[in-house]
């Protein structure tokens, strides 16, 4: 049954289903006292107010009432950053609770991001998550549900697909969108992501192998940082700023860019809906415990289009984008001719919903939202799986099972510590 949502979200939700025409909802409208209208102002709480948390404090049209830490030496700071204006919370529920939220910003390492999403949107709040969207796909499939049922608004925090330069692309996605939708390419189409095409994939994020175990600092809740992740003994290597080089919390390197590389990809390629069929690796065997790096990993979809992550640089005269018709390299340079002059004549994409206020007044979907961000992050959770095992793999995008390979579906859906599920 769908859980009931109170205040100014449950009228949010019906005076959309009644009056979709309206954009604004006057102040008039809300009545009663306390209330604030959502065309002058939405409030929010932030979860996770290390570094990337405490960056964004100020995002348009929103007022911060709360923050959340394990940590006391991180929520000391926030609030102090914020100018002691805002509550305190030691216990991510107690923040989701309050009725007078808006918004709720998941700012967690990404073994978080699926249990708090979901009870999220079942204590009727948005969403604007961190990346990677979970830490493995069966979570994704859950949040997905959880915003769905109820009605929720969500944002994935990456944002090339609908605005800034595109890494080393020399240019904004939009123009290579109206490239591939018009067909000049051809189809299949070759996407190839590496260093000789602008990115960066930070295998620094490998973790250390046989970490001592050390004393707990006095201000870290240490068993509640863990949450549903195994116990394992504390060493400031697995915490806070190091967390992506291990396989309990990330996924080194891939988890922490691969969505932001490889969104704007299931994008161009009209793939938002679906996923590969098939991920190769080529990669020394890993560590049980630390992220490590790997060689090649390239994914296929049932259309022959391909995906390939490069991690040594291999290819050197490899383009970004290729097909039959044509090759799109750094720099947005091309085998095309006048090139410019041909992007100018074709039509835009469909627009999209590019500032999360805008989505959560309006109730229209955000540009990357729960259904194509998990998608997306599914490309990297594949990619992850594979690397983990040290195989190739064979998955069913519609089912979103591996197929004849039980080790790969156990990675699907991963144990949780008790108490914690989803």
Not at 23 to 44: C, E, F, H, M, N
Not at 128 to 157: D, H, Q, S, Y
Not at 348 to 359: K, L, R, V
Request: with cysteine; proline share 6%; hydrophobic share 35%.
């Amino acid at each position: 049954m769908k859980k009931k949502t109170t205040g100014r979200r449950d009228f949010i939700l019906r005076t959309s289903a009644a009056m979709a025409a309206l954009t604004i909802i006057p102040r008039k409208v809300l009545g009663g006292q306390g209330y604030t209208a959502p065309s002058d102002q939405l409030t929010k709480g932030i979860i996770g107010v290390g570094g990337m948390g405490r960056g964004h404090f100020g995002y348009e049209g929103t007022r911060l009432l709360a923050v959340c830490d394990v940590d006391k030496k991180h929520l000391d700071d926030a609030v102090a950053a914020a100018g002691g204006q805002v509550s305190a919370f030691h216990d991510f529920r107690e923040l989701i609770a309050r009725p007078d939220l808006d918004i709720v910003h998941i700012a967690t390492p990404p073994h978080w991001h699926g249990i708090m999403a979901k009870a999220a949107a079942e204590a009727g709040k948005d969403i604007w998550c961190e990346k990677p969207m979970t830490r493995t796909i069966g979570e994704g499939i859950k949040v997905v549900e959880a915003v769905r049922r109820n009605g929720a608004m969500f944002r994935l925090n990456t944002w090339f697909r609908f605005k800034d330069q595109f890494y080393g692309l020399g240019t904004t996605v939009k123009p290579l969108k109206k490239l591939v939708d018009s067909g000049i390419l051809g189809w299949p189409l070759k996407v190839t992501v590496s260093g000789i095409t602008g990115y960066d994939w930070k295998f620094y994020w490998s973790g250390l192998h046989n970490l001592k175990p050390e004393p707990v600092p006095a201000e870290l809740d240490y068993d509640l940082w863990l949450g549903p992740a195994p116990w394992k003994p504390y060493n400031a290597e697995r915490v806070h700023s190091k967390f992506r080089g291990y396989w309990d919390y990330d996924g080194g390197g891939l988890g922490d860019m691969g969505q932001h590389y490889l969104d704007p990809v299931q994008y161009l390629l009209g793939k938002d809906n679906t996923g590969p069929v098939s991920v190769e690796i080529d990669a020394p065997q890993q560590h049980y415990d630390a992220c490590g790096s790997w060689r090649r990993i390239t994914y296929r979809y049932e259309d022959g289009c391909t995906i390939i992550l490069d991690g040594e640089n291999r290819d050197t005269e490899a383009a970004y984008i290729e097909g039959p018709g044509g090759k799109v390299f750094r720099g947005f340079r091309s085998t095309i001719p006048d090139l410019q002059r041909f992007i100018d004549s074709l039509p835009d994409p469909e627009p999209q919903t590019g500032t999360f206020s805008e989505s959560v007044r309006t109730r229209r979907k955000f540009a990357l939202n729960e259904e194509n961000g998990h998608r997306s992050c599914s490309i990297v959770n594949l990619g992850v799986i594979a690397v983990r095992l040290g195989r190739n793999l064979k998955y069913d995008p519609v089912n979103q099972r591996f197929i004849d390979d039980e080790g790969a579906n156990r990675l699907i859906d991963q144990p949780m510590r008790g108490p914690w599920k989803i």
